[in-house]
């Protein structure tokens, strides 16, 4: 099936995330108060962006870092295995049907997902980029790929939510918060169905109940308890971008950090007997005292949050940004296929604990011994083909490690090669 590609120049804002409704009163009205749906009624909203060809292209190519099969009452986590995908089995991607037999009952969770697509890459960074001045760290994106008849609970997030639904419809019903601005060291919290079909909320009437369909937005700010299920047959395949805004925990507490750096008394050692030294307990409750009448003095919240503004940092560029718009062609890689080697300084191999480690801009991947001899034919070639490779390796195993190789940047096809 051919690739839908984005509109030549388009790019993908908040503005154009949201239509109709207008930036402004996004935040005005929505932004860290309350949910906010836009049905557009229109499938075709987000061609273009993610779909899932994307999706099936990125579980069959490349080595994901956060994979999950979820369910109400189970995860696995597939990331570990899939570290060494394309070298286990003869074929690409051999957890590939194990992932997809999975979908039977459970919902495959791609987290992190801008780092294997550029699109949404761009994305996140162009977003990022908007909301810099309402100061909101690093943003996120998981995919959501949902079999019919399933869901994965009832639960509250400690992040804001941006909900892109590109394939399917899901069915939501969102409660009122029981705890107003979670932040992200309270543990996020799944409401089990008990056995008697009951919860906390069987009394609750939703605050809102509604379809997301195909080429919908939904903005979900933290502690809203939400429910989503896929009731359609067929599968569902959404885009969740999790933003984190700074709240006055954090705020104060990188200015007392930066208070510290200027005042010894801040980074002075408890007594060493306070646990059970009713004297010792005595003089940090005065010194305490102390310490906090001089920190108006000391802080700079306004300077603070000023320099997290123009600090909050981008995520890493993918890996693969410079391959990923070839992946499609990955498949048609064949054994006489022109590659070049990227300059050896962007990665490093070693061979340590009966396994080689390849690290390429500060990610390490375990791989198999076995295929040393080829890494190092590949670190010495300026350009080869899979067949190049030595013969240690089996013809397919010479495609596979290429493949693999691509997607992380370590190596380009050379153009019309394919």
């Known amino acids: 099936m051919g690739r839908i590609k984005q509109s030549q120049g388009f790019e993908w804002t908040l503005q154009s995330i949201l239509d109709p409704v207008p930036v402004e009163e996004f935040f005005r009205e929505y932004w860290g108060k309350k949910p906010l749906l836009v049905s557009r009624k229109n499938p075709d909203y987000f061609k273009g962006l993610f779909s899932l060809d994307d999706m099936d292209d990125i579980l069959r190519f490349t080595a994901p870092t956060d994979l999950w099969a979820r369910k109400v009452d189970m995860a696995v986590k597939y990331s570990s295995v899939l570290q060494h995908m394309l070298y286990e089995q003869n074929t690409p991607g051999f957890n590939y049907q194990m992932i997809r037999r999975s979908l039977n009952t459970a919902s495959v969770v791609l987290n992190f997902i801008e780092k294997d697509n550029n699109r949404v890459y761009h994305l996140t960074r162009t977003l990022e980029e908007e909301l810099r001045n309402r100061i909101t760290g690093p943003i996120w994106a998981n995919a959501y790929l949902t079999p019919g008849n399933s869901y994965i609970g009832l639960h509250r997030d400690s992040h804001d939510e941006i909900n892109l639904q590109f394939v399917g419809s899901k069915s939501w019903r969102v409660y009122e918060q029981d705890v107003r601005f979670p932040y992200d060291r309270m543990p996020l919290e799944l409401v089990l169905p008990p056995k008697d079909g009951k919860s906390r909320f069987h009394e609750q009437k939703p605050i809102m109940e509604f379809i997301l369909n195909q080429g919908d937005f939904l903005y979900m700010p ?52 306070f646990s059970d030294n009713p004297g010792a307990l005595e003089v940090i409750h005065q010194e305490s005292y102390r310490l906090l009448g001089h920190l108006r003095e000391w802080l700079s919240i306004p300077e603070t949050l000023e320099d997290l503004r123009k600090q909050t940092p981008a995520a890493p560029i993918p890996l693969n940004e410079v391959v990923f718009p070839s992946i499609e062609e990955l498949a048609q890689l064949n054994p006489a296929s022109r590659l070049n080697k990227l300059p050896v300084d962007l990665w490093t191999c070693h061979f340590t604990s009966g396994m080689l480690r390849l690290n390429i801009k500060q990610r390490v991947i375990g791989l198999r011994r076995e295929l040393k001899n080829s890494l190092e034919y590949i670190r010495n070639s300026s350009t080869f083909s899979p067949s190049d490779l030595p013969d240690d390796l089996k013809p397919e195993e010479k495609l596979n490690l290429c493949r693999f190789l691509l997607n992380f940047g370590v190596i380009l096809c050379q153009k019309r090669m394919f």
Do not use: M
């Open 222 to 273: 933290r502690g809203y308890w939400h429910d989503p299920v896929n009731t359609d047959k067929d599968f569902s395949l959404g885009l969740t971008l999790g933003v984190r805004p700074i709240c006055w925990l954090q705020a104060l507490g990188y200015s007392l950090r930066a208070a510290a750096g200027n005042h010894e008394e801040l980074r002075n050692t408890l007594p060493i007997e």
